[in-house]
């Protein structure tokens, strides 16, 4: 089955550095790369997509680069804020089965000191 | 437009007991996943539905665990017996239409069912 990791598991920044986790997964068939917030006690919320055929997305303070070749995606944070802390998960999604289905990553807490 | 329901927030078993979650997915959601989150890891998927059929169950304990989606609406969650182990939240996700080949449909979740197991 996929096989997908973050680095780094955790992440400490002051607010206002940028902050980057990356995501490396196994299954070369995967077509698409979403971001998952979750804060503490809250459910999961997509914060950000980008699929096999695009090789960079941003939307505001937030961006999501991908390489497929060597099979990994990082999500970028710039001027981050205490309201980004959170655990961030990838979870790279295939269709192998002819259904969608992702597969989530181990997280990564981010904690933005003010 | 109403978030997918879920219910009950909080449940405290003891072993060997059962247990069962409920799941309303968002209106006109083909799609319907439960995830299970054990405490500092990521959702692990049991089991998908399209409709009302299973497509993915590959990661459902089935002595123990069993899901449903009679009407290809709702969605009940079963564990019969609970071992300690169950102790997490409990997600279900839906999404419009989960399959393979058409644009990647988002998955939206559910505030989660909290199983402690004692």
């Known amino acids: 089955g996929e096989n997908v990791e973050q680095h780094p598991s955790t992440l400490s920044v002051q607010e206002g550095d940028s902050a980057v986790i990356k995501c490396t997964y196994s299954?070369?068939?995967?077509?698409?790369f979403p971001w998952y917030k979750q804060e503490l006690g809250k459910r999961p919320q997509l914060i950000i997509d980008i699929r096999s055929n695009v090789g960079e997305k941003k939307d505001q303070r937030i961006a999501v680069t991908l390489n497929k070749t060597a099979k990994h995606f990082s999500l970028h944070i710039t001027e981050t804020q205490p309201e980004d802390s959170a655990v961030y998960f990838c979870a790279p999604g295939g269709g192998n089965t002819g259904f969608q289905k992702l597969v989530f990553g181990t997280g990564t807490r981010l904690l933005v000191s003010p | 437009e109403a978030g997918v329901a879920q219910s009950p927030r909080y449940k405290i078993i003891e072993k060997r007991q059962s247990v069962a979650f409920w799941c309303n997915p968002i209106?006109?959601?083909?799609?319907l996943y439960w995830y299970q989150q054990i405490l500092g890891q990521g959702p692990k998927l049991l089991i998908q539905f399209q409709n009302n059929g299973v497509v993915d169950d590959s990661q459902l304990p089935k002595d123990r665990f069993s899901a449903e989606r009679l009407k290809g609406v709702d969605s009940t969650l079963k564990i019969q017996p609970a071992k300690l182990e169950d102790s997490a939240v409990y997600l279900c996700?839906?999404?419009?239409?989960?399959?393979?080949?058409?644009?990647?449909?988002?998955?939206?979740f559910g505030p989660g069912t909290r199983l402690t197991v004692l």
């Open positions: 209106s006109g959601h083909a799609t």
């Open positions: 299954d070369s068939a995967s077509n698409y």
């Open positions: 996700a839906s999404s419009f239409l989960g399959v393979a080949g058409v644009l990647y449909n988002e998955q939206f």
